[in-house]
């Protein structure tokens, strides 16, 4: 019985509908097209939610159009919708994230990768695993009632003495705002920039190091300048990975950013993101238009991670690829 | 002025070097503060009324979540009804069967639904669900989860599939077990510790989401029998009652936040261990 189905798998199978309908009567093309169905089911979900963030933003689209980008209002009761607010809100605190998490960040990955002994990396490494796993909405809860008293009576004092000067440090500090919602948004995006950017620093040739070392480098030179330029690739890929966590994250931010759509230079102002507005409005979005337009605003974070978790994946495999020095 | 030069080459060294030090340590140290307050506010404030009494009508302080605990049992059984088994048999897909293109397209897709934001998901579910029945229910916020447990469960089974040794695979044909037979009865045991631990991973995941729903399961301050009412979940009451002005509901919250924080971080810990135990992944 097995010689007889060997012998069938030799002969090319034909092809045509026919030739499969055929071919279905074995358990394996069964099991094949089963699993096909399942996976692309994948498919079908991932196409449904674009065309029902499309469908379902129509109104907004049509009334609006580009304009919708660049208006300033925000005004439920006479129907006028913008998203430059949430947008901006979004891309500050989103950046203000970054710049305190990357250093932080690869810091530490260069610690784990460099330093550290591969028993204290690992196990390191698992703990800052663990803290990605905390849900987000814990980060808010903490953010509410550590972060932003600290920021009223702390930080935001401290940095108001010694960088005042700048404009982006001035006005009154309400303890919720840009600055705090970056803060904790910090804190989350961080474990992902390590554990990424450890992984590809660990993927540099052993060679690198010594050849640099064998030169008369100190550890640090040929670290910073031989090491991480290797995988500088990877890293931006870990940091655009982390970004696009950091666009798209909504319970911490809602609870500590003060939910004012208005667009401020100051840091300590309150302001508003995309996902906060969409968590805030939705259920009691009165009105196709309104319901429309927070639909559009999810259409418009879709599309932004989107994009920066493409070019994360690209970066990251072409590092792990065999480096991406040129 | 050459000593000097390598005078200052040094010292910048170990500053730097004891900088990376300081940052990998603050890092971690935030773990241990998290879950050193949540223990400490949380523990203050959790007693058993917490697990059996419904919350109290606003303004009464004491009740407690039991509603919610059930609620988040609840959606994460419809999660893992919808998504194990899409994830689960896609996986098998990728490892086993899969061409090449239509492979890519599968594994690009699958880590664009894992970067969508939970806060679309829910959009995704509401209008899936809620639009046309016109009501929130806890089978839209199983929707919502369900569709986020399913790339994490992909990628996992995947990953887990491709450790089996194809020696395995090959002994089973020589035996004349037809492939079907050989990943059913041979390749799937060997790797179902892995795919079972990468599931709980994804369902410990998704026990914490609280952006998805808000607007698909909603919240409940009763019971709420069946599926097609609005639920109350733990990690949309701990959002809720931290945001409102009353200083019992923050008590409650908090202990709400110990409960949900100490069962992901269990469960995470429990299937790390297991993983790394297997040897098999570091990324699962």
Redesign the interface.
């Known amino acids: 019985?097995?010689t007889a189905?060997t012998i069938d798998r030799a002969v090319p199978p034909p092809a045509g509908p026919r030739a499969f309908i055929a071919r279905l009567r074995?358990?394996?093309e069964?099991?094949?097209v089963?699993?096909?169905?399942?996976?692309?089911?994948?498919?079908l979900?991932?196409s449904?939610?674009v065309f029902?963030?499309w469908i379902?933003s129509q109104l907004s689209r049509a009334k609006f159009g580009w304009m919708f980008f660049w208006t300033k209002v925000w005004d439920p009761i006479f129907g006028n919708f913008g998203a430059l607010p949430f947008i901006y809100g979004t891309l500050v605190t989103s950046v203000v994230s970054l710049v305190i998490a990357v250093?932080?960040?690869l810091?530490?990955a260069?610690?784990?990768a460099?330093?550290?002994p591969r028993k204290l990396s690992d196990s390191?490494a698992?703990?800052?695993?663990?803290?990605a796993?905390?849900?987000?909405?814990?980060y808010?809860?903490?953010g509410?009632?550590?972060v932003v008293p600290i920021m009223r009576t702390t930080i935001g004092p401290f940095v108001k003495r010694t960088l005042g000067f700048l404009p982006i440090f001035q006005g009154p500090n309400y303890g919720v705002g840009f600055l705090t919602a970056g803060i904790v948004l910090a804190?989350m995006v961080?474990?992902f920039i390590?554990s990424v950017s450890r992984e590809v620093l660990l993927t540099v040739p052993r060679e690198q190091r010594e050849a640099a070392l064998a030169l008369g480098a100190?550890?640090?030179?040929s670290t910073?300048q031989v090491v991480v330029p290797w995988a500088r690739t990877g890293i931006f890929g870990s940091i655009f990975l982390a970004l696009?966590r950091a666009?798209?994250?909504?319970?911490a931010v809602t609870?500590v950013i003060g939910n004012d759509p208005k667009i401020s230079a100051s840091l300590f102002a309150p302001g508003y993101t995309i996902?906060a507005v969409?968590?805030n409005e939705?259920?009691e979005a009165t009105g196709n238009l309104y319901l429309s337009a927070?639909?559009e605003l999810?259409l418009v974070?879709?599309l932004m991670?989107?994009i920066l978790?493409?070019l994360a994946?690209i970066l990251i495999v072409a590092t792990e690829r065999g480096g991406g020095h040129p | 002025m050459n000593s000097f030069r390598l005078h200052w080459r040094k010292s910048l060294n170990l500053v730097m070097l004891t900088l990376t030090g300081v940052a990998a340590f603050a890092v971690v140290s935030v773990l241990f503060l998290i879950l050193g307050y949540l223990v400490y506010n949380g523990g203050k404030s959790l007693n058993w009324d917490f697990f059996t009494k419904l919350p109290k009508p606003v303004g009464e302080t004491g009740g407690g979540m039991a509603n919610a605990i059930i609620g988040s049992l609840k959606l994460l059984f419809l999660a893992a009804l919808m998504g194990l088994p899409i994830g689960l048999m896609a996986g098998v897909y990728l490892a086993e069967f899969g061409g090449k293109t239509f492979s890519f397209i599968i594994r690009y897709t699958t880590d664009l639904l894992n970067g969508v934001p939970s806060i679309v998901i829910g959009i995704f579910a509401y209008s899936l669900v809620v639009l046309p029945v016109k009501h929130f229910s806890a089978l839209a916020g199983g929707v919502a989860l369900g569709v986020m447990v399913i790339p994490i469960t992909v990628r996992s089974t995947e990953e887990f599939l491709r450790a089996v040794p194809g020696s395995m695979r090959e002994g089973a044909m020589a035996l004349g077990a037809s492939k079907w037979r050989t990943i059913a009865t041979v390749v799937l045991p060997a790797a179902s510790g892995g795919i079972v631990t990468g599931m709980l991973l994804s369902l410990a995941r998704v026990a914490g989401e609280t952006a998805p729903l808000l607007f698909t399961a909603f919240s409940n301050r009763y019971w709420s029998p069946g599926w097609e009412q609005p639920v109350a979940s733990l990690p949309v009451m701990i959002y809720t009652y931290a945001i409102a002005p009353y200083d019992d509901w923050h008590r409650q919250a908090w202990a709400a936040g110990l409960i949900l924080l100490g069962l992901v971080l269990v469960a995470n810990l429990g299937c790390r261990l297991v993983l790394s135990r297997w040897g098999a992944s570091r990324s699962a």
């Open positions: 019985m097995s189905a074995h358990g394996d069964v099991a094949h089963l699993t096909l169905i399942f996976a692309a089911v994948i498919l979900l991932t449904l939610l029902e963030l379902n250093p932080l960040g810091a530490a260069i610690f784990l460099e330093l550290a390191i698992f703990l800052i695993d663990l803290l796993a905390v849900p987000s909405v814990i808010g809860l903490l509410i009632f550590v804190i961080v474990p390590i100190t550890r640090w030179e910073w696009a666009l798209g994250e909504t319970m609870m996902a969409i968590a939705f259920t927070l639909i999810g974070l879709f991670t989107f978790n493409g994946r």
